[in-house]
T-cell receptor, first 113, second 113 residues
Framework: TQLLEQSPQFLSIQEGENLTVYCNSS?????LQWYRQEPGEGPVLLVT?????EVKKLKRLTFQFGDARKDSSLHITAAQPGDTGLYLC?????????????FGKGTKLSVIP | EAQVTQNPRYLITVTGKKLTVTCSQN?????MSWYRQDPGLGLRQIYY???????DKGDVPEGYKVSRKEKRNFPLILESPSPNQTSLYFC????????????FGSGTQLSVL
């Protein structure tokens, strides 16, 4: 199983601040996804990135896939309390026959009003 | 509404008493999977299935069984539960054979005493 390291593990910020969450690996991934999980619920897919260097925006969230497809970042602009949750990155290893999505351990974000 | 339904949401049982957690999806997805989520360990895959009658072990299959007799259902069976199987369990499905872009159920919190 390929390892995905997420940092920071915990993040507590004030409403209106910006933040960046990182997802790193020594392995190459054919695609990388970000999910958000709220307490008592299952993770919900936010975005999938598949091309090295790709940048995708979802309102105040900006996702980037590294050029070498080994890492990704999630940047939130002007964080809101509704952004609070556990952010998980998940990668599909590069190579034929890859059927196991690998999850990072997550970044727990708290946005304080 | 497209969804993955797990039951029960909460379950308390005793060591050795067989139990089944049900999972059903209404999206006609071929791929289904079970995960467990533990503090500090993240989401770990237990078993997955790419089609009816096709199942494969994930990263932590010991102590679990699954079956895929119908496309929509993917029950998780614990023949003889032990306390180390106390965890939060998630069923998920995907429209892709690779298991990307997962749709998760709301989770089953299992406590084995």
């Amino acid at each position: 199983t390929q390892l995905l390291e997420q940092s920071p593990q915990f993040l507590s910020i004030q409403e209106g601040e910006n933040l960046t969450v990182y997802c790193n690996s020594s392995s190459v991934f054919s695609s990388l996804q970000w999910y958000r999980q709220e307490p008592g619920e299952g993770p919900v897919l936010l975005v999938t990135v598949v091309t090295g260097g790709e940048v995708k925006k979802l309102k105040r969230l900006t996702f980037q896939f590294g050029d070498a497809r080994k890492d990704s970042s999630l940047h939130i602009t002007a964080a809101q309390p509704g952004d609070t949750g556990l952010y998980l990155c998940a990668g599909l290893p590069s190579g034929a026959g890859s059927y196991q999505l690998t999850f990072g351990k997550g970044t727990k974000l708290s946005v304080i009003p | 509404e497209a969804q993955v339904t797990q039951n029960p949401r909460y379950l308390i049982t005793v060591t050795g008493k067989k139990l089944t957690v049900t999972c059903s999806q209404n999206m006609n997805h071929e791929y289904m999977s079970w995960y467990r989520q533990d503090p500090g360990l993240g989401l770990r895959q237990i078993y997955y299935s790419m089609n009816v009658e096709v199942t494969d072990k994930g990263d932590v299959p010991e102590g679990y069984k699954v079956s895929r007799k119908e496309k929509r259902n993917f029950p998780l069976i614990l023949e003889s539960p032990s306390p180390n199987q106390t965890s939060l369990y998630f069923c998920a499905s995907s429209p892709y054979r690779s298991g990307e872009k997962l749709f998760f159920g709301s989770g089953t919190q299992l406590s084995v005493l």
